[in-house]
């Protein structure tokens, strides 16, 4: 979501100082992937990434003393020569001749100041909610206890030499893998394995996009353990001199269980658990995030907050406003819960069994298409939804089908340019009466979205280039589904099967601006929802994987869409 321009501010460290006493230089790590713990004035305490590939900057930057811009004095020189390395943005600091920046120069020779700070203006971000997941241009990130933004684009207006940094990470001689998926605390003891780091080697290696893919840096072995030897490590770890402690575990040492045992008994910790609950989330939200949307745009997105049935308000009667006497009293228009469908969410689930056998191998080989294939069905259920709503073409609550030659938004004719001609007038003519003794008032409805089967693709595509004008405010856009064709579709809410033909296509409008078909999702969270819990006895050894998704499907108007059999 765009941004006003607010300045930030976040610390790193110098990278290294430069000792040849001709030159006044300095280089600076300016910016890392890594979280950092920022102040929003909206939001207030916040995590923050940002995406360096979105950072712009001048050909010559201010270095400043602490921030501070109240006078030249304030000034110690600039950076210049800024340019991404890797993840990171860095650059040169130029000290000037003066007095105070040559002091703060020597300081930076010495080892005594090892820290910048960077002010920014963020102009893009996307905000992810306290322990929720999103993918941003195809990385996975998951939030914490604190919302996280991802600043996915800013620009640098001034770096300023500071006395304490906050970036452990960029410190002198540091290597660090940085993965966008938080981990849960382990216990203290839990020293030698990086879980956090076999994680992000595990979903590199599967194809999963992760913030940090330069595995060389991670710590060795964990980035090559299997989860075999996780579960070793773990057992180790939780024992003393390589013997287990009593309890429950028993005193036999690892090293004479069997790979079943081993794995067994390490289940029995969060932190054995944790790495494959983040690594087939992962997975899972791929599987949902690739999955192509064909409803972006002309369907709106809503949020629910129980599965009991919500009525949504509207206004019987748009009305005009009137002029207003002095001392005079509006008019009142009431809410009528009728005039709409109600919202109701559901709560679709399945669960995979991930036998303790596997976890000798790579469990994650095998059932990775699995889990894939889980998000991508997830992702299936909201369009199956809005197109079952097309096909069925079920009477609103006024009593009337959703399509209806009474609404004129109903037609018979074949995809030309003089029916999409006829389809975009219907809705630019669309009315909604007023409560008083006046005529309708006119919507100017403008339809920016064509969708149709594949059949009939090709011929959309050549429609919408002809008629292209360069303005996205009117320019159509082509959305192709299956769903519109004879494939159909099942509604998950009835099971019902609902098919179109080759030959039918839909005209709708943006949903901001003419809302009919609208998705809500429980809490607003469209990804699902996932976990991995331990089977408990009845003959069985190993995980379940349970996914859910609470979502629903209402239709909510009918002005803003024109629908065709194709037929003449």
């Known amino acids: 979501m765009p941004t006003t321009e607010i300045l930030q501010t976040r610390t790193f460290a110098l990278e290294r100082a430069i000792p040849d006493t001709d030159s006044r230089t300095a280089s600076a790590v300016l910016t890392t992937p890594n979280r950092v713990v920022v102040n929003d004035p909206r939001r207030g305490t916040i995590e923050e990434i940002l995406v360096s590939a979105g950072g712009t900057w001048a050909k010559n930057v201010p270095l400043l003393d602490a921030h501070r811009r109240e006078s030249t004095d304030d000034i110690r020189g600039s950076v210049r020569n800024i ?17 105070r920046s040559t002091d703060a120069l020597e300081k930076v020779r010495d080892g005594h100041l090892r820290d910048v700070s960077v002010g920014y203006a963020v102009y893009e971000h996307i905000t992810i909610e306290p322990k929720r997941s999103q993918m941003v241009a195809g990385t996975l990130y998951r939030a914490g206890t604190l919302p996280l933004r991802i600043s996915t684009k800013f620009h640098i207006r001034e770096v300023s030499l500071v006395l304490i940094g906050a970036d452990e990470a960029a410190k002198i001689g540091a290597r660090s893998a940085t993965i966008p998926v938080e981990r849960k605390d382990n216990p203290p003891m839990l020293n030698r394995i990086d879980t956090r780091a076999y994680a992000a080697a595990t979903m590199s290696r599967f ?91 002309w369907v709106g997105i809503g949020t629910g907050r129980t599965f009991r049935s919500e009525p949504r308000l509207g206004l019987a009667a748009a009305g005009n406003l009137k002029r207003l006497p002095r001392g ?23 669960s995979c069994f991930l ?38 073409n079920a009477n609103l609550p006024d009593g009337t089908p959703l399509f209806d030659g009474s609404r004129s938004n109903l037609g018979t004719g074949a995809l030309s340019a003089a029916n999409l001609g006829t389809a975009i007038a219907a ?23 064509l969708v149709v089967p594949f059949e009939l693709k090709v011929a959309a595509a050549g429609l919408i280039r002809d008629m292209k004008i360069a303005d996205p405010n009117v320019d159509l856009q082509l959305r192709v589904d299956a769903r ?7 509604d998950p809410r009835t099971k019902a099967q609902y098919n179109g033909t080759t030959t039918n ?64």
């Open 484 to 490: 519109m064709g004879t494939p159909g579709c099942v």
């Open 207 to 297: 194809g999963i996009p992760v913030e940090a893919r330069e595995v060389d840096h991670l710590p060795r072995p964990a980035a090559e353990m299997t989860p075999l030897a996780i579960a070793r490590e773990v057992l180790q770890l939780r024992g003393t001199g390589g013997e287990l402690a009593g309890g429950f575990l028993g005193d036999r040492p690892v090293s004479e269980m069997s790979d079943q045992e081993i794995v067994a008994r390490a289940a029995e910790f969060s932190e054995f658990a944790d790495v494959f609950d983040q690594a087939l989330e992962a997975k899972l939200v791929q599987g949902y995030s690739e999955t192509n949307n064909s409803l972006e745009g």
């Open 355 to 392: 036998d303790e056998q596997d976890f000798a191998g790579d469990i994650l080989a095998t059932h990775a298409e699995t889990i894939r294939g889980l998000g991508q069905a997830a992702r299936r259920l909201a369009p199956d939804m809005v197109f079952a709503s097309v096909h069925a």
């Open 427 to 449: 809705l630019g003519n669309q009315t909604i009466p007023t409560g008083d003794d006046e005529n309708e008032v006119p919507l100017n409805i403008t339809g920016l979205f």
């Open 83 to 99: 340019r991404h390395a890797g993840s990171k943005i860095v650059g040169d600091l130029h000290f000037a001749n003066d007095e």
């Open 328 to 350: 005079g009293q509006a008019k009142h228009e009431s809410a009528d819960a009728q005039q709409q469908n109600p919202s109701k969410l559901a709560r679709y689930a399945r």
């Open 505 to 568: 296509w839909l005209l709708a409008a943006a949903a901001s601006s003419a809302l009919v078909f609208e998705i809500s999702y429980r809490d607003g969270k469209q990804e699902p929802t996932c976990r991995l819990r331990r089977a408990a006895g009845g003959g069985e050894w190993g995980f379940y994987f349970d996914i859910n998704l609470d979502v629903g499907a209402r239709v909510a108007g009918w002005r803003g869409v024109y629908f065709s059999s194709g037929t003449v």
